[in-house]
């Protein structure tokens, strides 16, 4: 079956414009989780969903940066007046969820360049 | 809060030895499981290996295995008979029933022809 897809797969967007980022996970994970990587370096955690719904917004870096998912399925992240500092490469994770020993799915990844 | 940690920010191993990378971790709970992903130049992260806290035996998967020590909290990973192919990040993970994925800085290993 298909895996996690993200799109797109590259972005070049100028300061001050908004951006969304799409994550389509595999098909019955109930799990989807949002990381940055930037350049070179570790994953830095975002948002947690279950379901429709986000027990963790923890990670989200500041009120520029929103995300949701509709029907259990799709999620977006939508990040308004970028700025260069939110260049980096997105990933999208899937996941069985936490009643199951189930390790994450990654998507490719989507490279944002803030200019 | 859960920490993981790998010292190790970058390592090299000469192709068909054996390379040792190392993964502690901080945590309070008893049960979670513990994994190892590789992301090769593609950025593709690809899971290596699982291993679950209530199990004591280590997990092994082909060349991979791990040396998993809960009360040192400590979760090795070896690549035996290393490949070219090997050379990526490798990212030590855990997670506490999978409500979050606490992932470490990574390992660059390069594995030298």
């Known amino acids: 079956g298909a895996g996690v897809s993200q799109s797109p797969s590259n972005k070049v967007t100028e300061k001050g414009k908004d951006v969304e980022l799409r994550c389509d996970p595999i098909?019955?994970?109930?799990?989807l989780y949002w990381y940055r990587q930037s350049l070179g370096q570790g994953l830095e955690f975002l948002i947690y969903?279950?379901?429709?719904?986000?027990?963790?917004k923890s990670g989200l870096p500041s009120d520029r940066f929103s995300a949701e998912r509709t029907g259990g399925s799709v999620s977006t992240l939508t990040i308004q007046r970028t700025q260069q500092e939110d260049s980096a490469v997105y990933l999208c994770a899937s996941s069985f969820g936490s009643s199951y020993n189930s390790p994450l799915h990654f998507g490719n990844g989507t490279r944002l360049t803030v200019t | 809060a859960q920490t993981v940690t790998q010292s190790q920010p970058e390592m090299s191993v000469q192709e068909a030895e054996t390379v040792t990378l190392s993964c502690t971790y901080d945590t309070s709970e008893n049960n979670y499981y513990l994994f190892w992903y590789k992301q090769p130049p593609s950025r593709q992260m690809i899971l290596v290996i699982r291993q679950e806290a209530y199990k004591q035996q280590n997990a092994t998967e082909n060349r991979f295995s791990v040396n998993f020590q809960k009360a040192a909290k400590s979760f090795s990973l070896k690549i035996s008979d290393s490949q070219l192919g090997d050379t990526a990040m490798y990212f030590c993970a855990f997670s506490n029933y999978g409500q979050n994925f606490v992932f470490g800085p990574g390992t660059r290993l390069s594995v030298l022809p």
């Open positions: 969903f279950q379901g429709n719904s986000a027990p963790d």
């Open positions: 098909s019955g994970h109930t799990a």
